[in-house]
Each structure stands twice: as C-alpha cells, then as structure tokens.
C-alpha cells in the first residue's frame, strides 16, 4: 500500500507563497505513475489543481491556478511538489497528494483529453491546511 505524506501547509497573506511537498513510500513504480494535486475547501467537492505522470511532459493544471502554480517531481519519483505563488483567500483549502497509475488517468493527463478527478486514484495523503487571509 503506497504511503503518501504531505508536509508545507500553514497560514500565508494574499499574494504570499508556499511550496507543499509529498513523499511517496512503500510503492510501486506503477502505484506511482501518475501523481497529483487536489483541494477540498470547506462545503465544496474535491477538486484536481495539477498532476503528472511519468515519461509524459504534458502537465495538467486546473485553469484557477495557471501561471501561479508548478508541479514537479525530483528524479527518484518519490517526492512530489507544489509551489503556489500570488496566492489568494480563494485557493485556501485542504491539499491532498494522490497517486495511481490506471491507463484511464495516464491517457487522460498525457493527452489533455479531461481533467484528473477525484476517482482516478486509489492513494492519497492525509491533507495538508493552507490557509490564505490577511
């Protein structure tokens, strides 16, 4: 059962930034083929902000956070991160790392045909807090 901890949360100003990062153990390189970023703020559906899979270039990022946001994974796949940059009180939520490697999700993000949701993925993290006010 792939492990997925997420770490970086905590409360910034409008316009801050944060870098949130996800270690990834006990996995498979398929477990962890693809691996993404969502947010749950309080009332609202679970949504996916970016993702990637491995040996694509394409990335996947949610149209709110284009420009402001970068995902990436370091050379071992184990880490995942995000940097969040302008951010702002509507990007406050709860983070989630996920991670699976299921054909749908891989041809989805490697050929943009449709955003990654919730149902993809079969591994997640705990969440991590990110709070946005001033």
């Known amino acids: 059962q792939v492990q997925l901890v997420e770490s970086g949360g905590g409360s910034v100003q409008p316009g801050g930034s944060l870098r949130l990062s996800c270690a990834a153990s006990h996995y498979s390189d398929d477990s962890t083929y693809c691996m993404a970023w969502f947010r749950q703020a309080p009332g609202k559906s679970r949504e996916g902000v970016a993702a990637?899979?491995?040996?694509?270039?394409?990335?996947y990022y949610a149209d709110s956070v284009k420009g402001r946001f970068t995902i990436s994974r370091d050379t071992s796949k184990k880490n995942l991160y995000l940097q969040m940059n302008s951010l702002t009180p509507a990007d406050s939520a709860v983070y989630y790392c996920a991670a699976d490697g299921n054909l749908s999700l891989v041809f989805a993000i490697s050929s943009s045909t449709r955003a990654p949701s919730e149902s993809d993925f079969g591994n997640w993290g705990q969440g991590t807090q990110v709070t946005v006010s001033s």
């Open positions: 990637t899979c491995s040996g694509s270039s394409t990335i």
